[in-house]
C-alpha cells in the first residue's frame, strides 16, 4: 500500500508565545476545553507510553479522568501490564491528538498511585457494570476465549447483585506529575508551531519555541 500522497497541509490555527498561559496546567485546561467544545471523540483519550524491564517502550490509550496543578490522573488495574512496568519504572510519556484541530499536546513526567479515598470516590462515579467490569477483568493476563471473561463478569454481577460495589484491592488511580509539557500546532508546509514547557523549579515554568 503507498500511503505516500497522503497528506493535510495544516493551516486552521497558529500558536505564539504571547498566545500561551505562563504556566502549563492553564494551557492545557484552554486546549482541553476546545477539544471539548468541539466535541471531538474521546477528547480526554490519551497514549500512555511506559518502559518494561527490558528496555521495551509499550504504549496504549488511556482516559484522563482528571487534572490539576498536581498532576494528570488515570485509573487502571494494578495488576496489569502497564502497573507492572510503573512499579518499576515511573517515568511516563503522554499524548493527547486532537486532528481535526491539528493540535496535539505531550507530556512527560512520573506516575504515581493516588490514595485509596480518591480511588474510592471516582470507582463510585462510575456506571455499576463499569465497576463490576473491574472485578471480572484480569488486566493484561491472557484468555483463550472472550466466553471466559463473560462467565466471570455474570459471576461477579451474581456476587455484587444489591448494595454497594466495594473498590477492589487491585484497581485504583496514578497521577502523572510532568516535568514537560508540549504544544503542537499544525501549520502550512509542515513548519509546525511547537512550545515545550519545562520545570524549572516548584511552581516555575521555562518555555521555549522548538523547531518543526
Known sequence: MDLSEMRRNYAEQSLDLGDLMPEPFAQF???MRAAIASQLLEPNAMALATVGPEGQPTLRTVLLKGFDERGLV?????????ARHLSENPQVALL??????????????RA?????AESLAYFLSRPRESQIGAWASRQSEIITTRS?????????????VAGQIPLPGFWGG???TPETFEFWQGR??????????????????KIQRLMP
Do not use: C
Not at 504515581?112 to 485509596?116: D, H, P, R, T, Y
Not at 502550512?188 to 515554568?205: C, G, I, S, V
Open 112 to 116: 504515581e498511585k493516588i490514595s485509596a
Open 29 to 31: 485546561d484552554q486546549w
Open 148 to 160: 471466559m471473561l463473560e462467565t466471570k463478569f455474570a459471576e461477579m454481577k451474581a456476587k455484587f
Open 96 to 109: 493527547f491528538q486532537w486532528l481535526p484541530l491539528e493540535r496535539q499536546v505531550a507530556v512527560t513526567g
Open 174 to 176: 496514578y497521577r502523572v
Open 74 to 82: 488515570f485509573y487502571t488495574n494494578y495488576e496489569s501490564a502497564k
Open 188 to 205: 502550512p508546509n509542515r513548519l509546525h508551531d511547537r512550545f515545550k514547557y519545562t520545570r524549572a523549579a516548584a511552581l516555575e515554568w
